[in-house]
């Protein structure tokens, strides 16, 4: 099993940024795969980034540039730095995790309880 924790969400303005932190315990290798999805009310869950435990990413195309994703794994610790945000961003975002990378991108094993962020105009 693995166990995700998110902290960092909040209310921020347009253009400025936020860092969301997740912490993961249980096995390592049950979490090669990390990823952070958002999701807004009514809407599904979208993947908003990526990353192996060797550092390969992948991000969608709506935040390129502006999200950076990345991980240290020993202890397991994911992060999404955020930048330029845009009150399109505001969502729930989930911290997830799978043995494999391939998967994380589509069907995520472990979840976390999710952290509200927030982009006011």
């Known amino acids: 099993q693995v166990q995700l924790v998110e902290s960092g969400g909040g209310l921020v303005q347009a253009g400025g940024s936020l860092r969301l932190s997740c912490a993961a315990s249980?096995?390592?290798?049950?979490?090669?795969?990390m990823a952070w999805y958002r999701q807004v009310p009514g809407q599904e869950r979208e993947l908003v980034a990526g990353i192996s435990s060797d550092g390969t990413t992948k991000y969608a195309d709506a935040v390129k540039g502006r999200f950076a994703i990345s991980r240290d794994n020993f202890p397991i610790r994911l992060y999404l730095q955020m930048h330029t945000l845009v009150p399109e961003d505001t969502a729930t975002y989930y911290c997830a995790a799978h043995p494999l990378y391939e998967l994380v991108l589509l069907s995520p094993r472990y979840w976390g309880q999710g952290i509200q962020v927030t982009v006011s105009s």
């Open positions: 249980g096995s390592s290798t049950r979490a090669k795969g």
